[in-house]
């Protein structure tokens, strides 16, 4: 069965900085794309950051600047640098990732991490 498990969340004060890892888990071909949302009470889930195999990287303009997606493909995992942290980036935030098995991608989710910036 193939998971995907965050962790790194917690709570920290403004201008402080975090950082989240995802490992995947189980047994899979090989991992596509990976990315991190968030989520907000009361709000709908964000894309934050994309990183392709290659290493390509895009982020939402809210995040730009501040967050840094990176990835092992070795070890099959996807981190989050999280600087400069603002209350507005309060969340959960959720590991993604397109992973090939039985020769077709799937989308598989984390269980979500907390994040809360205190002002």
């Known amino acids: 069965q193939v998971r995907l498990v965050e962790s790194g969340g917690g709570l920290v004060q403004a201008g402080g900085a975090l950082r989240l890892s995802c490992a995947a888990s189980?047994?899979?071909?090989?991992?596509?794309?990976m990315r991190w949302y968030r989520q907000a009470p009361g709000k709908q889930r964000d894309l934050v950051a994309t990183i392709s195999t290659s290493g390509s990287a895009n982020y939402a303009d809210s995040v730009k600047g501040r967050f840094t997606i990176s990835r092992d493909n070795a070890k099959n995992t996807v981190s989050l640098q999280m600087n400069s942290l603002k209350p507005e980036d309060t969340a959960v935030y959720y590991c993604?990732?397109?992973?090939?098995?039985?020769?077709?991608?799937?989308?598989?989710w984390g269980q979500g991490t907390q994040v809360t910036v205190s002002s």
């Open positions: 189980g047994s899979f071909f090989s991992i596509d794309a």
């Open positions: 993604n990732a397109d992973i090939r098995n039985f020769g077709r991608y799937q989308d598989y």
